[in-house]
């Protein structure tokens, strides 16, 4: 009792809020299906009584040869009927659809544009991803169905009524054994929803699990490693396992839900023969006439159907508002953390951002049980330093850029931009004032002129200013030798597409970091992909162009850093050494033994050569 309670409840919350969310979106057409529905469902009920009377007329016929014209009146009647539920059925089926292309669009817009915002910290749990597949698989179709249901419920509790409020009048009895048929299908078929949404939930991993070895097996970036490793077998078998698991877990449910279902199948036949039978008793008791008998055996027929409707779209409705509810904490989730809204700063971005970067006593840590990432880390920039930050893999480079940039804000310490630390600051604040290569940047396959100009979209349409990115980056060359020039579309995946090497594609995202005018520069790896004679152009113009501009570079060639004003060595999360190259090399700590090292092998490479 208590749980079914509790799930009417659930329902009703979660339709209230669901119905916030959308009812501006559907509102004409929620009504305009309301009022299909009103309509539809009486038909029945009158059907009901006219089958009666026409079952009676034609009886009188058969019996005292009577005029037929009530008979034929009562068939046209009927007639007129059918006509207009299949009207109703299209009306309602066009209504149907627009309302799913709304809501899909609607839905679709809302999940994308929470998911580009959600802070990036969220994207390194697997729990993310896993509400991140449910909210995004068929969310649309539940959302319709969330609408629809009630409706449709609405709908059958209306024609159930009247159809029992009809045949009461002909025999009570007959209502009370139909209305005891009712509850039954209705609780199994609300156990089987919640055992449905569960195994969902459950096995959202091994799903996610199952698509990671078909795209690694499918997929074209793997498909070179793939088959020079040999790892078919390995791969397909690892697929295997995983998809027997999750197909065994299916089974198992479906076996289950089966059992449950075929219990229902002869519970129902057996209460329907039961009712029937009790019909006939009533019948061969009382007088009722034909007509009646065929009434009461039609209003059952359809009572049937329409309990097997109503424990359908209740329980799918149960069923929904667990998804639903997922959807609306997602769409509400990031509300709670969305740093933009909790800041509230009033100091101006020039002040922020150009006033340098002071950084005091950072520890950060991705698993709150794990190590530490960043351990005690302190340093200051001033407005317009270059900054190299080096060390071994793993050190923490890339996590500390992340935390300044303010991607992640769960540490503890301090970034101060200015006189104000980070968490206080919108990160759109920030981002208006950075430009970065990332060491795994984007390769957007769209057009070139897209892939410079999203540097900083509002001007994709100055050519000079992509031409001049283009230059800058490097990538001018080369795409001048594409016969469309700045309108090639890139990449493999769509017809017409030209595909890069490594380090053009790399060139295009330096470019794109040229696009945008910003006090701040942020490459991580800038040249890891690029020639020798690309790499020691990009940092002679990166030096000429970010005059004036605080640079913060990641980078293992020692040799990009000599003219760094600072230089942060790192190791296991700390900063062992800082200084400029001069001081690290008179020091003769681990920096120098790292720049020692690297020349020495330049050398040595030198006389083998
Ligand atoms: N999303 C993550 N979740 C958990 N641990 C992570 C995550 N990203 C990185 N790490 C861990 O944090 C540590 C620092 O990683 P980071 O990428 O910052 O190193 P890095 O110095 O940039 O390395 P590299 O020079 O190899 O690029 C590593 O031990 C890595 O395993």
Same mark, same amino acid.
Do not use: Q, V, W
């Given at each position: 009792m208590i749980s079914s309670f509790s799930k009417t409840i659930l329902i009703l919350k979660t339709s209230i809020r669901f119905i916030a969310y959308y009812w501006s979106v559907v509102r004409v057409e929620i009504i305009f299906s309301i009022c299909l529905k009103i309509i539809h469902a009486l038909i029945p009920s009158i059907q009901l009584i006219i089958t009666k009377k026409m079952v009676d007329s034609i009886s009188e016929i058969f019996q005292h040869?009577?005029?037929?014209d009530y008979a034929m009146q009562y068939l046209a009647i009927q007639t007129l009927l059918l006509i207009i539920g299949h009207v109703l059925i299209s009306l309602e089926r066009i209504n149907n659809i627009k309302m799913q292309n709304k809501i899909t669009f609607v839905t679709e817009e809302r999940i994308i544009t929470k998911t580009s915002s959600i #802070?990036?910290?969220? *994207? +390194? @749990?697997s729990d993310f991803y896993d509400q991140l597949l449910r909210v995004s698989s068929g969310q649309s179709q539940r959302v319709v169905e969330m609408f629809n249901g009630p409706l449709i419920v609405l709908q059958n509790i209306l024609t159930l009524s009247t159809l029992i409020g009809i045949i009461s009048t002909i025999h009570w009895l007959t209502s009370i054994s139909i209305i005891l048929f009712a509850f039954l299908p209705l609780v199994i078929n609300i156990k089987i929803s919640k055992l449905n949404h569960n195994l969902n939930r459950e096995t959202t991993q091994l799903s996610r699990l199952i698509n990671y070895f078909l795209n690694l097996l499918k997929g074209r970036e793997s498909a070179k490693e793939i088959r020079v490793f040999q790892l078919q077998d390995y791969l397909i078998n690892r697929w295997k396992i995983v998809y027997q698991k999750y197909t065994n877990r299916k089974f198992s449910f479906d076996i289950y839900n089966s059992y449950f279902r075929t219990g229902l199948e002869v519970l129902t036949a057996v209460l329907i023969a039961l009712n029937l039978g009790f019909i006939i008793w009533i019948g061969a008791k009382s007088n009722l006439t034909i007509g009646d008998y065929t009434a009461i055996s039609q209003a059952f027929i359809s009572i049937q159907g329409i309990l097997v409707t109503l424990s359908y779209s209740i329980s799918s409705l149960y069923a929904n508002s667990l998804s639903i509810q997922e959807l609306i904490q997602f769409l509400e989730? =990031?509300? +709670?953390?969305?740093v933009d809204n909790n800041t509230n700063i009033k100091t101006d971005e020039n002040d922020l951002i150009g006033n340098g970067i002071f950084v005091d006593n950072l520890n950060f840590y991705y !698993? @709150?049980?794990? #190590?530490?990432?960043?351990?005690h880390i302190s340093f200051r920039i001033h407005p317009g330093e270059k900054v190299a930050i080096v060390g071994d893999n793993g050190a923490g480079k890339s996590t500390l850029v992340k935390c300044l940039l303010g991607? *992640?804000?769960? *540490?503890?310490g301090n970034i101060y931009y200015g006189e104000t630390e980070?968490?206080?600051?919108?990160s759109s604040k920030i981002f208006n004032h950075v430009s970065t290569v990332f060491q795994d940047f984007c390769k957007y396959e769209l057009t070139v002129n897209e892939n410079i100009a999203f540097g900083d979209v509002?001007? /994709? !349409?100055d050519k000079n200013k992509i031409i001049d990115a283009s230059i800058k980056g490097d990538s001018f060359s080369f795409i001048n030798q594409f016969p469309i020039k700045y309108d090639t579309q890139l990449g493999? =995946?769509?017809?017409g597409g030209t595909e890069l090497s490594g380090g053009q594609w790399q060139k295009m995202a330096i470019s794109r970091a040229f696009f945008r005018s910003s006090k701040i520069i942020i490459l991580d790896? #800038?040249?890891?992909?690029?020639d020798p004679f690309a790499e020691a152009s990009l940092y002679k113009k990166f030096t000429e162009l970010s005059n004036g501009k605080t640079t913060i570079i990641i980078s293992h060639?020692? =040799? =990009?850093? /000599?003219?760094?004003?600072l230089i942060l060595v790192m190791k296991q999360g700390k900063i062992v050494e800082q200084g400029s190259h001069k001081e690290l090399l008179s020091l003769d700590g681990y920096y120098a033994k790292m720049f020692n090292l690297q020349a020495k092998n330049y050398h040595s490479a030198d006389t083998v050569c």
């Open positions: 040869r009577e005029n037929l #802070p990036i910290m969220h *994207y +390194e @749990k989730f =990031s509300d +709670e953390l969305a !698993d @709150k049980n794990g #190590p530490p990432i960043l351990d991607f *992640y804000r769960t *540490y503890n980070l968490r206080n600051i919108p509002r001007h /994709i !349409d493999r =995946s769509f017809n790896e #800038p040249a890891a992909s690029l060639r020692l =040799s =990009s850093c /000599i003219n760094a004003d």
